[in-house]
């Protein structure tokens, strides 16, 4: 069964340092792997997304994320964390030719940022 | 563009009684429809997913259903609501697809207490 580990539960960096958040799955096949950001009583909205190609994958607001087949990883990283990057961070996974779009999500990451 | 709404954003209710949570779509046609629970500190769970008018498939045995009158319409209902139903929920819509290609797009949430 697919599934999804994000073995950082909760993370703290300065602002202006990098970052990364860690991302595993296990599934047999090619995945489709998303990273959703949610702020503190909202929604999720979709940072980046990866199904084929280009192993690393650039999204909005300044994140990226690089797919390692050979780790079953999906780690996302942004070179500078600004204050307003402080959220909560979902990695998912899709199964591809299901009859619906059933994502996976991992129990999410908490980033805090210290000014 | 598409756009999808919640309401109420915020739910106090006691035990016992009844509930009823609306999720619309906008701007799309035939989407797919999704209902997550968030646990305060955890993931996300997924509890009812339809691919069209009067579908709904169940995740998870529980206390709520949840139904699609319209094309664009999601409700997640119960009869009594239990303690264990405190949350946040978020409704959610994808193109539908069978390749697992199209990511969510989350609303923005209900609150949900029961006392």
């Known amino acids: 069964a697919q599934s999804v580990t994000q073995p950082d539960i909760h993370i703290t960096v300065s602002e202006g340092a990098s970052l990364e958040l860690r991302c595993n799955y296990s599934?047999?096949?090619?995945?489709?792997l998303f990273w959703y950001v949610q702020s503190p009583g909202q929604g999720l909205q979709l940072l980046l997304k990866?199904?084929?190609?280009?192993?690393l994958v650039q999204g909005i607001k300044g994140f990226e994320a690089e797919f390692k087949r050979s780790q079953s990883s999906f780690n996302l990283r942004k070179p500078s964390v600004h204050w307003s990057d402080a959220a909560e961070y979902f990695c998912?996974?899709?199964?591809?030719?299901?009859?619906?779009?059933?994502?996976?999500f991992g129990p999410g990451t908490s980033l805090s940022v210290i000014p | 563009s598409q756009t999808i709404h919640q309401w109420p954003a915020t739910l106090v209710q006691p035990v016992g009684s009844p509930l009823s949570l609306e999720c619309t779509v906008e701007?799309?046609?035939?989407?797919?429809l999704y209902w997550y629970r968030q646990a305060a500190g955890r993931g996300l769970q997924l509890l009812f997913y339809?691919?069209?008018?009067?579908?709904i498939s169940s995740e998870v045995p529980q206390n709520l259903s949840a139904s699609r009158p319209q094309d664009r319409q999601f409700i997640l209902s119960s009869k009594k609501l239990l303690l264990s139903d405190s949350g946040f929920y978020l409704c959610?819509?994808?193109?539908?697809?069978?390749?697992?290609?199209?990511?969510?797009?989350f609303g923005p949430g209900t609150r949900l207490t029961v006392l």
């Open positions: 998912a996974v899709a199964r591809e030719k299901t009859s619906y779009d059933k994502v996976i």
């Open positions: 959610a819509w994808s193109v539908h697809s069978t390749s697992g290609r199209s990511e969510q797009f």
């Open positions: 990866y199904f084929s190609g280009d192993t």
């Open positions: 701007g799309t046609s035939n989407p797919n």
């Open positions: 339809s691919v069209g008018i009067g579908q």
């Open positions: 599934y047999g096949a090619t995945p489709y």
